[in-house]
């Protein structure tokens, strides 16, 4: 200190607590905001991945569909796709691929296809998690019919606090 001079006095130690609680404060907020919005953005990646993989699923099926069934399935039966094809000796080989629910709780659960032929597979695959069924919600619940010769869809996903609805139509593809 040069001479003459003295320390800081307490108006200007409260004015700089005050300026450091302030950036302080403003550094806390932006952190949280930061993280809240990462949470977030992650919540509707993972719900907008899944309704995008069940859509993919049901459509690769949906195209080579001869019969669609979206009525009368019992539960937790969502749809049947049944086709054939015909392998090098020209023979029929039969398909069949069911969506069904799996591990429903809360109207959110588990999309899984079975898929059985007559060549002889018989596999299951967990297609989407966190898809929403509940029949009573009829503005978000996820649905399928069919009108001769589309297959509309409706997908939605719920995760955490984001929920994602996509409307699919799909149609057979034309055999030549």
Known sequence: MRRGERGATIIELVVAITIMALVSGA???ATFQVFKCTERNSEYMTALNQVQNAAYWISHDAQMAQSITTENLTSPDFLVLNWTEWDAEDNPVYHSATYFWEDLSGGIGKLKRSHWSSAGVNEQTLVARHIYYDPTDLDYTS??????PVLTLQITALSGESRETREYQISRRPNF
């Open 27 to 29: 550094a806390t907020a």
């Open 143 to 148: 649905e399928a019919s069919y009108q001769n």
